[in-house]
């Protein structure tokens, strides 16, 4: 399918025919490839029977750049809060029913492994995970708590839908996330959401470190205002603008 995909991306539009020439492939192979791709929006008809690229592929391109927008917008807040705070800052966007790593800036102090670019956590474990959940639509969260498997990393996750629920009402009265020790035993994560210009939330951005130092000694409030500082600035520079937008959470 790249091959083809490829092909129709370096020409203006081209026949089953063509194609099969271009790719070395037989034009019946070509014609059966290019009919499921067509039921799946990859390529459309074109005139004279021809073929181009089809609009699917522009809904898809469009997910990609908001996640490297997002991403660009986001760098210069994750290495500020890396810098001030020596913790592991990372950054992630929902994908079905999983939380994705997109980008992550490792502490001097705290480099734990468990979650590295491009690994998926599932939504109920973890602060940026926990956050992008409790702001999905309760038929969401309803839906996903009848069918997820509630494993325990550590004696301090949660196992029980029930426990969960009471995590997601708290990260809907508060706006952060907080996973102590849930994950990893003596680590902690504080998680604040990441805005476009229309109020949606497109990511999580979270920092991790020391349980101790993140949650204890009086530190708490104070790790809080900065995860939410950075990722409300990273927000604004995505074009949120909260006195004129209202945020779009879909917990309301």
Partial sequence: ???????????ESLSATQISEIIQEPRSSVYRLLRTMREY???????????????????????VAARFNLREAALPRMWELRDETDATVLLFV????????????DGRYVRWEITDVGDLLPLYAGAAPR???ALSSDEEIDRYLDEATLEAPTKHSPT????????LAEIRTTGVAVSDQD???GVASIAAPIRNHS????????????????????????????????????????GWNP????????ST
């Fill in 243 to 250: 006195d004129r937008n209202t945020p779009v959470d879909h």
């Fill in 160 to 167: 029980s839908p029930r426990r969960v629920r009471e995590m």
């Fill in 183 to 185: 994950l990893v035993i």
């Fill in 131 to 133: 956050l992008m959940l």
């Fill in 199 to 238: 109020g949606e939330v497109v990511g999580a951005m979270s920092y991790s470190g020391l349980a101790a130092t993140l949650l204890g000694n009086g530190n708490r409030d104070k790790s809080i205002a900065l995860i939410k500082a950075a990722a409300l600035a990273t927000s604004l520079d995505l």
């Fill in 94 to 105: 929902k994908r079905g029913d999983h939380a994705i790593c997109v980008e992550r800036f």
């Fill in 41 to 63: 929006g990859y390529v459309d008809r074109a005139h004279r029977g021809e073929f181009v690229l089809g609009t699917r592929l522009l809904q898809l391109g469009a997910g």
């Fill in 1 to 11: 399918m790249s091959d083809t995909l490829t092909a129709l991306a370096e020409h």
